[in-house]
């Protein structure tokens, strides 16, 4: 399995700023995910990141609110920009491999918008 | 719309009981798979069920995939309070791994 990190493990933030989560992967992975998951709930998958093409965002999931970046096979960001209190939750990274089912995630990054 | 439907919501037992989870759906999936995450934590893989049919065992988890590979099962026995956690389970609408949906998640909670 993977071991991933991630940074800030939590932060609070204020309305219309913008926050950029970092995740590291100790070994190179083909496929990067990121998922929200509100308070209380379960995950939903914000967007696929491949290094080398463009991020795949899901339905209701925009570039412009949720730009990706995908430089390498061990590191992604995710940026929450123009943030409001709805975007309060935890981010998660996890990692997956071309041909394997598994999927590992990361501690994750609670945010806090006031 | 909610394409994974997990039952029950909450559940609180006392240490020592057997308890089954099911996750449900109207799709087919070409794998599921189970996690548990404790608070502060990301989600941590506990199997991948691929087969129809197919049973896994891990130690006293009992996991099973339904035949049309549309549902899932999760049996403990004889559970312990290091179960407590949230318990997801995932399938993937695409292949080896590239599209999971989640489902809401049974909350369980172990009393000693």
């Known amino acids: 399995s993977a071991v991933i990190s991630q940074k800030p493990s939590r932060d609070i933030c204020q309305r219309g700023t913008s926050l950029t989560i970092q995740c590291q992967v100790d070994?190179?992975?083909?496929?990067m995910f990121w998922y929200r998951q509100q308070p209380g709930q379960s995950l939903t998958l914000i967007a696929t990141?491949?290094?080398?093409?463009?991020?795949?965002?899901e339905s209701g999931f925009v570039i412009d609110k949720f730009p990706i970046s995908r430089p390498n096979l061990t590191f992604s960001t995710l940026t929450v920009s123009n943030m409001s209190p709805e975007d309060s939750s935890i981010y998660l990274c996890s990692v997956g491999a071309s041909g394997r089912y598994e999927q590992y995630f990361g501690p994750g990054t609670r945010l806090t918008v006031t | 719309t909610q394409l994974l439907e997990q039952s029950p919501q909450f559940l609180s037992i006392q240490e020592g009981e057997n308890l089954t989870v099911y996750c449900n759906s109207s799709?087919?999936?070409?794998?599921l798979q189970w996690y548990r995450q404790e608070p502060g934590e990301g989600p941590v893989l506990l199997v991948t069920?691929?087969?129809?049919?197919e049973v896994k065992k891990l130690k006293r988890l009992t996991f099973q995939f339904g035949d049309a590979r549309k549902d899932s099962s999760l049996h403990i026995t004889a559970a312990q309070p290091g179960d407590t956690g949230l318990y997801l389970c995932a399938g993937d609408r695409g292949w080896y791994g590239q599209n999971f949906v989640f489902g809401p998640g049974t909350r369980l909670s172990v009393l000693p």
């Open positions: 069920v691929v087969t129809g049919g």
């Open positions: 070994s190179q992975v083909t496929m």
């Open positions: 990141a491949n290094q080398g093409s463009e991020a795949t965002y």
């Open positions: 799709s087919v999936f070409s794998s």
